[in-house]
């Protein structure tokens, strides 16, 4: 079975641009999260999706993100404009039931550098 | 709110050194513990985990133990490996958060030969 998937492994970009984060969760996960670790600080819990509905974006940290999760599927995270401040590694988890006590299965993170 | 606080690294060990990550929390409620690592170039994968007070958890020779009294979760591990060279991640999640995960700042280990 193929686990959580991230595109792309690594991004760098220029302040002021647009980027575009892919996860592909494992199949028939519902739950979907987005996590980010920012310079070697505590991993953060950014948003949850059940399906395609956001439930939980309280760890969005602007409005120059916004997720997406169409179909319940796949899920993208965009960025728009970049900030410095945003570099870091961003992770992907999913999990077929909400977390508490349950196991979240996590993709291998994205990297952004914005310069 | 609810954090976990961890021990910080870098942490070098020589092979077959005895190993302990600190971790303690804070948290509403009952919550559940984990400990998660991530070996270089690869994502982050549980290792193991306890959802109640005295419960330990167990994998791969590591272990931890849900201390509620003193609200800490610590990773041992009697004999590292070469191949424990990691970064560990303590966490916690509980129904009051929404069931997101409360992760530590990571404690990196080098295992040296």
């Known amino acids: 079975e193929a686990g959580v998937t991230q595109f792309p492994s690594h991004s760098v970009i220029e302040k002021g641009q647009t980027v575009t984060l892919r996860c592909d969760p494992i199949s028939g996960h519902d739950n979907l999260y987005w996590y980010r670790r920012v310079m070697g600080k505590e991993i953060k819990f950014l948003l949850h999706?059940?399906?395609?509905?956001?439930?939980?974006e309280s760890g969005m940290p602007n409005n120059r993100f916004l997720a997406e999760r169409t179909g319940g599927t796949y899920s993208t995270l965009k960025v728009q404009p970049a900030e410095l401040e945003d570099s870091g590694v961003y992770f992907c988890?999913?999990?077929?039931?909400?977390?508490?006590?349950?196991?979240?299965?996590f993709g291998p993170g994205t990297r952004l550098t914005v310069l | 709110g609810d954090s976990v606080t961890q021990m910080e690294g870098p942490v070098t060990l020589s092979e077959e050194a005895f190993l302990t990550i600190n971790c303690t929390y804070t948290a509403t409620g009952y919550p559940s513990l984990f400990w998660y690592v991530q070996y270089p170039g690869e994502g982050l994968q549980l290792l193991l985990k306890a959802t109640k007070a005295d419960d330990k958890g167990s994998n791969k020779g590591f272990e931890a133990t849900y201390r509620k009294e003193t609200t800490s979760f610590h990773l041992e591990k009697g004999s590292v490996q070469v191949s424990d060279s990691a970064v560990y991640f303590c966490?916690?999640?509980?129904?009051?958060?929404?069931?997101?995960?409360?992760f530590g700042a990571g404690t990196r280990l080098t295992v040296k030969p």
């Open positions: 966490a916690l999640s509980t129904p009051y958060n929404n069931n997101d995960m409360r």
């Open positions: 988890a999913s999990s077929p039931l909400p977390g508490g006590y349950n196991e979240q299965f």
């Open positions: 999706f059940v399906k395609e509905s956001k439930q939980d």
